[in-house]
């Protein structure tokens, strides 16, 4: 029996980076197809060491994104081109590196330039140790991010990859993907 799959006409880009966090990012992917988004995944070089782009596209069913400088398929401008077709980007789980890239405008990879380029909301998901997430300049990051019209969910308390409890683990994908559906 195929699984009942939702009418959606939404696109959302699911932008992933290098967090121990990365595995749950597939959930959300799964579950917004179930809902049927249409999902393409950028995916930053660091977040190639914890998963494989094959899981990505098995689970978007899309093509996955990740070098700035790769061969596009087209003769699209590729940043350009993800970020005009995205109803939402969402950045799940959000690395320290990521929101100080988006904060101060670095675009220095596929995901950075994707955002830059973005006319759409963009959802920040983070995910990081406690020290680094109370970091001034995180935090200082973060505020800026949303003075901008950036939405963030905030990261819960539990246990962190370091093994001691705090606050930086991702939020649970229930209240992300109730965010993407609101927003999206």
């Known amino acids: 029996m195929t699984p009942l799959v939702k009418k959606n006409s939404k696109r959302v880009v699911v932008g992933v980076t290098g967090s121990v966090a ?18 393409d995944v950028v995916m930053t070089k660091e977040s190639e060491e914890f998963i494989r782009p094959f899981l990505f596209q098995s689970l978007s069913g899309n093509k996955v994104y990740s070098g700035l400088f790769e061969t596009p398929e087209s003769w699209d401008i590729e940043h350009i081109s993800i970020a005009d077709k995205a109803d939402l980007i ?4 959000a690395t320290a590196n990521i929101i100080g890239k988006i904060a101060s405008g670095i675009c ?4 950075s330039c994707v955002v830059c380029a973005a ?3 963009v959802l920040l998901c983070p995910a990081m140790n406690e020290r680094m997430y109370r970091n001034p300049i995180v935090q200082s990051n973060i505020k800026k ?34 965010e993407i559906k609101r927003l999206a």
């Open 22 to 39: 990365i595995y749950k990012a597939c959930e959300i992917i799964r579950r917004l197809k179930k809902e049927g988004f249409t999902i």
């Open 145 to 178: 991010l949303k003075s901008l019209g950036y939405i963030i969910i905030e990261p819960r308390d539990g246990m962190l990859a370091c093994g001691k409890a705090g606050i930086g683990c991702l939020a649970d994908a229930d209240i992300i993907v109730k």
């Open 119 to 121: 006319s759409s909301k």
């Open 90 to 93: 969402v950045i799940v789980p």
């Open 108 to 111: 220095d990879d596929l995901l």
